[in-house]
């Protein structure tokens, strides 16, 4: 119990509180910029498997553009929440259970607003209403490991790159993706009712 308490103290301290740059222009301009990057990166990860495992690459997408926002939003965190500082057992559960969460929060809030579910994992043990299963949190920690060690130094490395020319198109492409949310909500919320049954007319 003590343990637990004080690596819950020792993440809270370790915190790099630098990050609170967020709030800056800059900040904001790097965020979309990872957040496109991760999704897109999502999407093709996604689609291979779809590929390798029923030979079907263009699986159905939430959105019209080739984004998964759930792989944008799961690394995001996992950048600014973890520290070189964070204790190797913290970074261990994080790795986890943030796509964990981000993963069921996503398929719960899309079956209960659309009444689908874009993935179903009802049928494989240790699952939780279909929307997330241990065996793929498992592989969410391994690949999220994958991620903070070899790829995000290297999409960083970019970043600091093409800043001066990403400063000029960044918002331009976080309005593409607002609107592409928007137009996907619409789609969806149409289908949604034109699947639903007629009701009976007052006789």
Same mark, same amino acid.
């Given at each position: 119990?003590?343990?637990?308490? *004080?690596?819950?103290?020792?993440?809270?301290?370790?915190?790099?509180?630098? +990050?609170?740059?967020? &709030?800056?222009?800059?900040?904001?301009?790097? /965020?979309?910029? #990872?957040?496109?990057?991760?999704?897109?990166?999502?999407?093709?990860?996604?689609?291979?498997?779809?590929?390798?495992?029923?030979? /079907?690459?263009?699986?159905?997408?939430?959105? %019209?553009?080739?984004?998964?926002?759930?792989?944008?939003? *799961? =690394? &995001?965190?996992?950048? %600014?929440?973890?520290?070189?500082?964070?204790?190797? *057992?913290?970074?261990?559960?994080?790795?986890?259970?943030?796509?964990? !969460?981000?993963?069921?929060?996503?398929?719960?809030?899309?079956?209960?607003?659309?009444?689908?579910?874009? $993935?179903? #994992?009802?049928?494989?043990?240790? @699952?939780? +209403?279909? +929307?997330?299963?241990?065996?793929?949190?498992?592989?969410?920690?391994?690949?999220? !490991?994958?991620?903070?060690?070899?790829? +995000?130094?290297? &999409?960083? *490395?970019? %970043?600091?790159?093409?800043?001066?020319? $990403?400063? $000029?198109?960044?918002?331009?492409?976080? !309005?593409? !993706?607002?609107?592409?949310?928007?137009?996907?909500?619409?789609?969806?919320?149409? @289908?949604?009712?034109?699947?639903?049954? =007629?009701?009976?007319? &007052?006789?």
């Amino acid at each position: 119990m003590k343990g637990g308490l *004080a690596m819950s103290l020792s993440f809270l301290n370790n915190m790099d509180f630098r +990050h609170l740059e967020l &709030i800056s222009i800059e900040g904001a301009a790097r /965020i979309v910029f #990872y957040f496109t990057v991760y999704s897109f990166i999502g999407w093709l990860l996604e689609n291979s498997y779809s590929f390798f495992t029923k030979q /079907i690459f263009f699986k159905e997408n939430f959105l %019209y553009g080739p984004f998964k926002p759930m792989y944008g939003f *799961a =690394p &995001i965190l996992l950048v %600014y929440l973890i520290s070189p500082k964070t204790h190797w *057992a913290i970074v261990l559960f994080l790795c986890v259970a943030i796509p964990t !969460l981000v993963e069921y929060v996503s398929g719960a809030l899309l079956q209960k607003l659309f009444h689908k579910q874009w $993935w179903d #994992y009802s049928e494989t043990s240790l @699952q939780l +209403h279909g +929307h997330i299963c241990l065996s793929f949190s498992i592989c969410w920690g391994f690949l999220s !490991l994958f991620c903070l060690k070899w790829v +995000h130094p290297l &999409i960083s *490395a970019v %970043y600091g790159t093409i800043a001066p020319y $990403w400063g $000029w198109v960044w918002s331009a492409v976080g !309005l593409y !993706l607002l609107a592409d949310l928007v137009l996907a909500i619409r789609r969806h919320s149409i @289908q949604d009712l034109l699947t639903e049954e =007629p009701t009976n007319p &007052i006789q």
